[in-house]
């Protein structure tokens, strides 16, 4: 399997997989192929809880073409729990910034091909 089938694999399990970086430990997304910090390829991989806190989000009450089965829903980027790092998914029927307060927690819940990680909110 390659990076990109193995991420959505572990996402169906409601899994975030991370690259951790054999030279120095920093950990990254899965989908990366260098390390942010020394710029070593060699990594282990780890597996976390797809479980995390809202960090931002972008609310998109009209959907565009392709997310019309979606209606309202917002892109958010959440801090994967005892991770460094943030990951963006997906999220249903968000119409208002009073829906999803900062901080909330999220989880993985599966990945679509069109709209990325799926979440829900827990
Ligand atoms: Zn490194």
Redesign the pocket.
Known sequence: MNRRSRFIEAASRGKILANK?A????STLETTYF??????DIFTTEEYDGLGNVVTFTIQSVAPEGFTDAGSYAWVVFRVDGTTFNVSGFLKDIRAPSDLPIGSKVQVTGFDEKHGLLLKRV
């Open positions: 970086c030279k120095c430990g920093h390390c942010e910090k020394c710029s070593s």
